[in-house]
Structure formats: C-alpha cells, structure tokens
C-alpha cells in the first residue's frame, strides 16, 4: 500500500479531544501514513481560559503544537478533525478555521479527500453524534468522501459510536478501549485514502 499525507486537525479546550488526535495520528501512522498532528488557533478571551486551571495548564502544554493552516489542508490526502461539542455542534474555534478555507473549496482543492471526525462531550448523549453529523455538511460542501469508523472492527461493538470516535468527559479520561477505537478510526481512513489514491493512479 502507497503512502498517504493524513492531517488530524482538531480544537481541545482542556485536553481529552487532544488525548483523542493524538490516538488517531498514531494509528493513522501506524498504517504507513505521513501525519500531521495540528490544534487550530484559541479564539476565546483570555478571562475565559482564565477562569478555568485545566484551561489555562492545557493550553501551556500543547504550545509546541504547530497550528493548523490551509497549507495542512492542502498537502493532506485525508483529513480527521476532532471537536468537543458546543450545543450539539463544532466548538466555534473549529469553525473558525473551516470558515478560512473557501479560497482552497473555490479552486476545488478540497474536493475527493477522505474526510473524517470525532468528538468528546461533557454528559451522555451530550450532541456527539450531532456534532459529527454537523461536520459532515461541511465535507458535503467540499465534495469530500466520508469514512466513518462504522461498525467495521470489534472494538466498535465495545464503544458504540459508529459515526466516530467519543467520549464522555464525566466519565474521566478516555478509557484504553476509545483509544483503541481512535487508533482504529486513523487506520481505517488511512489505508481507504491509500486504496483510493492507488486506484487513481492505477
């Protein structure tokens, strides 16, 4: 199997979506995948992270994380973003960065990409699936070819969110078994952007 550029782009305010990007890197580098691990910009006011420890210490700790650019979108053949869910829909950091990429969408350079997405949430039930769902109209726009994890592997009948990798942050830091599922989700859009660049070319 060819290689393929893979970028994991993803906003995390306190650390778990972080925790998650980084398991889908691996297993997306694990499949032979050159990979691109980036955070998009802070948005928020500095009162807002301030008035949160675990904001604040988290936003220290990745500050040697590179930012995402549409330069990341461009190189990739695949894309998996992550995002806490704000009401059932992206954080608006995510957004923010998705509304910079219309000059890339109006030349048709995100177009036939495999795209991607996972979340976290406070609570059960808590717009995960919404949240994924709501990025998906994105990949629409782009003519972006969706791979979600489905019900492909075992380990998605231990986590049973066939959309994409979750969590739920009241329930502690993600557990062994959803970074197994993140791993799994990195390999499976990895090696389906190489058996689609390889038919390309073949």
Excluded: C
């Amino acid at each position: 199997m060819g290689s393929v550029n893979v970028a994991v782009i993803y906003y995390s305010a306190t650390g778990t979506v972080h925790t998650l990007a980084q398991a889908v890197a691996e297993g997306a580098e694990k499949a032979g995948a050159h990979v691109r691990l980036r955070k998009v910009a802070e948005t928020a006011p500095p009162e807002a992270i301030g008035s949160r420890p675990e904001w604040s210490r988290h936003l220290q700790d990745t500050a040697d994380i590179a930012e995402a650019t549409l330069d990341d979108l461009a190189w990739a053949d695949a894309v998996l973003f992550g995002t806490p869910t704000r009401f059932g829909n992206p954080a608006g950091q995510l957004r923010a960065f998705i509304d910079t990429t219309g000059p890339l969408w109006f030349q048709g350079r995100l177009a036939d990409k495999v795209y991607s997405a996972f979340t976290a949430s406070n609570t059960a039930h808590g717009g995960q699936e919404s949240t994924i769902l709501a990025l998906g109209n994105t990949f629409y726009h782009w003519g972006g070819i969706i791979v979600p994890p489905g019900y492909t592997d075992p380990v998605l009948f231990r986590t049973g969110n066939p959309y994409g990798t979750s969590h739920v942050v009241g329930d502690g830091a993600p557990s062994e078994v959803t970074l197994e599922a993140a791993r799994y989700q990195g390999r499976r859009v990895a090696e389906t952007a190489a058996a689609l660049k390889a038919g390309r070319a073949g």
